[in-house]
């Protein structure tokens, strides 16, 4: 074999042998980028896992100069609403709850208490501290007459710093008694033989 034919093997398999490297570079180049996410990708998955849900409720009790203010304009609005007590949402408007007519009410006023919206899904209720209430609607009723005194009388007798504003009752003949305590909006769940008392942290609305 000549010197010359020997060369070209040579130079052929050089070729070859730099044409398979040039290959399994790119090929192991994709898959490096195919294993690791871009930037972007994980910037985004840490934004989404980064929303946490809101847990509790953060409105507070409204009372003295404020609580004047947005009884008043209650009052103005519809002049057959008691207020009992009034809720201050984070967003600064307002829950103002009451009766008209016997009947629980709570109203979502907005802050500049211009919009008033009956809220008639929610009645005595805030967030549904207690099974059952604060969904789709409140199946309790007003009480009132000789019924609502000895239910007050109880609650005095239990805690006389609480003053009742208002007693519902529910379907299993238990009592939702709502009131004021120090300055503050409070609700206690009763049983029906009046026995048990339990402060709902949850409804002070």
């Known amino acids: 074999m000549s010197t010359k034919h020997i060369k070209r093997i040579g130079l052929a398999a050089a070729g070859l042998t730099a044409t398979g490297i ?8 994709a898959s490096a980028e195919t294993a690791s996410p871009s930037p972007g990708a994980s910037s985004s998955t840490a934004a989404g896992s980064g929303n ?19 009884t008043a304009a209650m009052r103005a609005k519809d002049s057959t609403v008691t207020v009992t007590s009034v809720r201050k949402d984070p967003d600064g408007s307002y829950d103002v709850l009451g009766t008209k007519d016997g009947a629980s009410v709570m109203y979502d006023v907005s802050a ?12 005595g ?16 009723t007003a009480v009132t ?4 005194a000895k239910v007050t009388a109880a609650m005095k007798a239990k805690n006389s710093t609480v003053t ?14 709502l009131g004021t305590k120090d300055g503050a909006n409070v609700m206690y769940d009763v049983s029906a033989d009046l026995a ?10």
């Not at 048990?196 to 609305?205: K, P």
């Open 22 to 29: 040039m290959i399994f570079g790119a090929a192991s180049l």
């Open 52 to 70: 946490g849900a809101k847990g509790g409720s953060s409105d507070t009790a409204v009372t003295g100069d404020e609580l004047a203010k947005v």
């Open 112 to 123: 500049d208490l211009k919009t008033f919206t009956l809220n008639a899904g929610r009645g």
């Open 125 to 140: 209720h805030g967030g549904g501290g207690k099974g059952g209430h604060g969904g789709g609607g409140s199946n309790d």
């Open 145 to 148: 007459g000789d019924e609502a």
């Open 164 to 177: 009742v504003t208002s007693v519902r009752k529910d379907p299993d003949g238990s009592y939702d008694v």
């Open 196 to 205: 048990t008392f339990t402060q709902n942290t949850h409804a002070g609305r």
